[in-house]
């Protein structure tokens, strides 16, 4: 069992990919969750259905596309190159994008549950006590959700550590610019490093045993209302 | 009356009698930077002889890690000599098949007209920003190239910029569709009929990196199937300049 540089170079970016992404869902799967919770809007249907798309696709088809839309050729290629900014492709960024989408559902999921289960009946009631609609979402049904989005960080946390396929295709294998632990694994197990690999291997099972443990604990303290 | 007994057992003899004539199924790992040979000569053995290839591609690292964890392969192309020794070594190949069917090139290509120049020089300047190569722990070629940049005292330089391919496949993949915008990669994957499928490329003389020597091994599970016997020999006959391999 031993862990170099190299390792704890791709455990280091992987945690720094992991609490990005959390963060950027929760601040976007947010607002989202809430349209999709309380919206009557007709394209909710369509839009939650695309939301939770990258649950069911493979991997390498989210890869894939964001290979094709990110590089030369493609839209937001050009537009990133236009911009002065490159490629974002086997970049830290592009690796965000991909798995902020690959994660986009296990932010929303939760969170859209949680202010499912709330009713529309303290947003009335706050809107009687003439607290304006903004107002009584951030002093209302935000802290009422808390458990749903406490929830959502911990699931895109834990997504986004175990992302794989998308990484291989997108990512190009660069120390501590893409190469995340999974893909480190995969290569040590490649170049029959089987220590190595399982060094950082076992430390993933652990860390994700300790996350749905923790989930588990917080559901029970809860009568199973968090749902993930 | 005897007559007909005489055709039904003839009949009879020649049903039994065609299962050892019968085709058979060989799988081959391949190689990534043979895939473009492997598709022809596929075609041209499975027509001569009725046995078909299933073939699949990889780095050569990665297929001795599979061919060690029991994976039922019947013949290896490798991009080394080194990996089918280890497995005859290993006792996971016949000994005494080991052959060299090709020596392959390494170049630098960008799918760029007219960004590598005929000595290389591009590596020196900048105006790129990607340079993509092969995992060196896994590919013969990816080994080759950071041979030829450490040799050219450029690692320091080209360190931040390298993007690397599980195998030389993926990192031909990542130069055509034009995500780096140079790599080194086998001249194999860059020709087609002896010439350059297009953009510009360097071939790197054979001085900066130990050879590209390819050795085809038989493996266990294919010892005793005439139809991956057959395969090497046909791989033995085949001409591959045109491919960009020497012999």
């Known amino acids: ?228 | 009356m005897v007559f007909r007994w005489m055709a039904t057992l003839g009949l009879l003899a020649g049903l039994i009698a065609t299962p050892a004539v019968r085709a058979d199924v060989v799988k081959v790992a391949v190689a990534s930077n043979f895939a473009a040979p492997i598709q022809r000569i596929a075609a041209d053995f499975e027509q001569a002889t009725g046995h078909k290839l299933l073939i699949s591609l990889g780095s050569t690292g990665k297929f001795h890690a599979q061919i060690r964890n029991g994976a039922p392969f019947d013949v290896l192309l490798a991009a080394d000599q080194e990996t089918p020794r280890k497995l005859e070594a290993e006792g996971l190949a016949v000994p005494g098949s080991r052959f060299t069917y090709a020596t392959g090139r390494l170049v630098l290509w960008s799918r760029d007209a007219g960004r590598v120049d005929a000595e290389g020089r591009v590596l020196q300047g900048g105006g790129f920003e990607r340079l993509a190569i092969a995992d060196p722990r896994l590919a013969p070629y990816g080994a080759a190239a950071a041979a030829v940049i450490d040799k050219l005292g450029l690692k320091d330089t080209l360190a931040p910029r390298l993007v690397q391919g599980d195998s030389i496949g993926q990192a031909h993949q990542f130069v055509a569709s034009g995500h780096a915008e140079l790599g080194f990669v086998a001249l194999a994957q860059v020709l087609v009929d002896g010439r350059l499928t297009g953009g510009s490329a360097w071939r790197v003389p054979e001085a900066l990196h130990a050879p590209l020597h390819q050795d085809a091994v038989l493996l266990r599970p294919g010892a005793d199937r005439p139809a991956a016997r057959a395969l090497l020999d046909h791989l033995r006959s085949v001409r591959l300049e045109s491919f960009g391999y020497a012999r």
């Open chain 1, 1 to 228: 069992m031993t862990v170099d540089a190299a390792d704890v170079e791709a455990i280091v970016l992987t945690l720094k990919l992991a609490a990005l992404s959390s963060l950027i869902l929760l601040l976007l799967a947010t607002p989202l969750a809430w349209w999709l919770a309380q919206g009557r809007s007709r394209g909710r249907a369509a839009v939650s259905a695309l939301v939770t798309l990258p649950l069911v696709l493979p991997p390498t088809v989210l890869g894939f596309y964001l290979l094709v839309l990110l590089g030369p050729d493609g839209p937001v290629g050009q537009l990133t190159r236009h911009m002065g900014w490159g490629l974002l492709s086997f970049s830290f960024t592009g690796l965000l994008i991909g798995s902020v989408l690959a994660s986009l559902p296990f932010a929303v999921q939760p969170i859209q549950h949680a202010f499912e289960s709330l009713g529309r009946r303290p947003m009335e009631v706050a809107a009687t006590l003439r607290a304006r609609p903004l107002d009584a979402f951030f002093s209302v049904a935000l802290p009422q959700a808390r458990a749903g989005l406490l929830t959502a960080v911990i699931l895109s946390f834990a997504h986004t550590i175990g992302e794989f396929g998308m990484v291989l295709m997108v990512g190009g294998n660069i120390p501590g610019e893409t190469r995340v632990v999974s893909t480190q694994i995969y290569g040590h197990v490649e170049a029959l490093e089987l220590g190595r690999a399982h060094t950082l291997a076992a430390g993933m099972v652990l860390l994700s045993f300790g996350v749905l443990l923790m989930l588990a604990r917080m559901r029970r303290g809860r009568g199973g209302r968090v749902a993930p």
